[in-house]
């Protein structure tokens, strides 16, 4: 390990939920701007060529423990709205952490995660938002998992609502006054004159929850301005259904969107509002030369503003054509996406299409990283780990599979080191990315292989599987070791563990 930093700087991770980089005016959106996050941008680095995963759980959970989502018996995920049976008095949160505790794989006492790597260099941690990887998690499993403070959701279908009437401190649930819907008020998926009713109906829905998150970083920071500290905020924006308190007003004017896609820009104006809130507080407490802010998200784009006669999303096209997401994908034209959210890329959210695994990727740290500077360099959400562990000086666990990107942000690139190949998981199968850009796709359904060249072919339309076999055999052995010898470890239903039956 190659040491750079002996200051003890601060770090900072912002990370979106299915927020596609088109949707961001730094990477191209035409119908309205985001500043602050531009400014992130334009004093930084944004990064081209990086990685999510297919949807948001193994995403997060990939990033927090380092490795990809495609090994075997590493991780699992439950199905979210178990603590909406807490709500209903069904369940006890006694009740609720015992049954999380029983199912699935737990850590084991080896196990490193990326908090840990902060916390035993001395930091200060704290996570406030959409908690861990989910679908559900508890205080004590966050606290393994290295965070010292944490706030907000358990469970992120409780998540897909906006007002909370409760949320979690340390363990201890905090009641939000003033919101009084058990699902958190929860708003249709479709637009429709009663749907737009129903949005706009403000009983029961005194505090927004982005607010509220707002509010605790700005405390975290105060409390721990003087000690080095790592703060991760995964938002819930803009992951829908579409909820926000007000239309903003950059797009309030715009005449080319309805007044759904007016809500779901907000949704994005109202994380770039928290950017803006975490730069002048780092600004007033005289500790912004020394933190470094990530801006990520969890997947590529996905369409939470389907309109009939309008807007699409993954399933068909405007003229009623299923996608199968093996020949036929989602593209911005064909679906009706205004805001070309994929940056005109294939595919959305749970595909292995780049569109629906490309993600936004900038890193500002003043007076080291050179402002407005552009990376082609390929990074994976599971590179965050190597890159925090070296920024501050900490030793790496072994057996992750991530590559420190420090050098690359500190223009030392003999010394940065280039992933062979990334790999993800889908619900059709593995896809991997090599350096060169040679992209294999591997579909369940078919027990097939599709090869892409990017560099040649950003819309991924011409499959080069028939033209190259000696590359799809190299590529797909590779693919093949990266899933512990089955494709089958390539699918989120791998990692999926059911809550017993009670009954």
Known sequence: MTTYMTDNPNVILIFADDLGRGMLSCYGQQHFETPNIDRLASQGMKFNHAYGCAFCAPSRASMLTGIHDCHQGTWTYTQGGLYHRLSAGE?????????????????????????????????????????????????????????????????????????????????????????????????????????????????????????????????FLRTHHDKPFFLYHPSQLPHGPIAVPDIHPAVKQVSALTTYEKEYASMILKLDETVSIILDELEQLGIDDRTMIVFSADNGHEVYYRQQGRTTGRQVDLEGNQFDDITT???????????????????????????????????????????????????????????????????????????SFLPTLLERCEDQQHHEWIIYASRLGPALVTAEGWKLRYINRTDSFQLYHLPNDYREENDLSADHPDFVTRLSGWMRNACDGDYRNGTPQAHFVAYPDEN
């Open 91 to 219: 369940l006890t949160l006694d009740q609720i952490t015992e049954l999380l505790h029983t199912t699935g794989l737990q850590a084991g006492p080896d196990d490193v995660f990326l908090a840990q790597i902060a916390e035993e260099a001395g930091y200060v941690t704290g996570q406030i938002g959409k908690l861990e990887w989910g679908f559900a998690t508890t205080g004590a499993r966050i606290r393994r998992h290295g965070w010292q403070y944490h706030y907000g959701y358990y469970d992120h279908q409780r998540c897909h609502g906006f007002y909370p009437p409760y949320l979690f401190e340390n363990g201890q649930t905090t009641p939000i006054r003033g919101n009084t819907h058990a699902d958190c008020a929860v708003n249709p998926n479709t637009e429709s004159p009663e749907n737009m009713e129903f949005r706009r109906n403000r009983q029961g829905k005194a505090v927004y929850s982005q607010d509220i998150f707002n509010e605790k970083i700005i405390e």
């Open 329 to 403: 994908k989602f593209y911005s034209e064909t679906g009706g996406d205004v805001f070309n959210g994929n940056d005109g890329m294939g595919g959305l959210k749970w595909s292995s299409w780049e569109g629906g695994t490309r993600i936004p990727y900038i890193v500002r740290w003043p007076g080291r990283v050179t402002p407005n500077s552009v990376s082609d360099h390929m990074l994976t959400n599971y590179d965050l780990m190597p890159t925090l562990a070296d920024f501050i000086g900490a030793e790496m666990p072994q057996d992750k599979d991530g590559v």
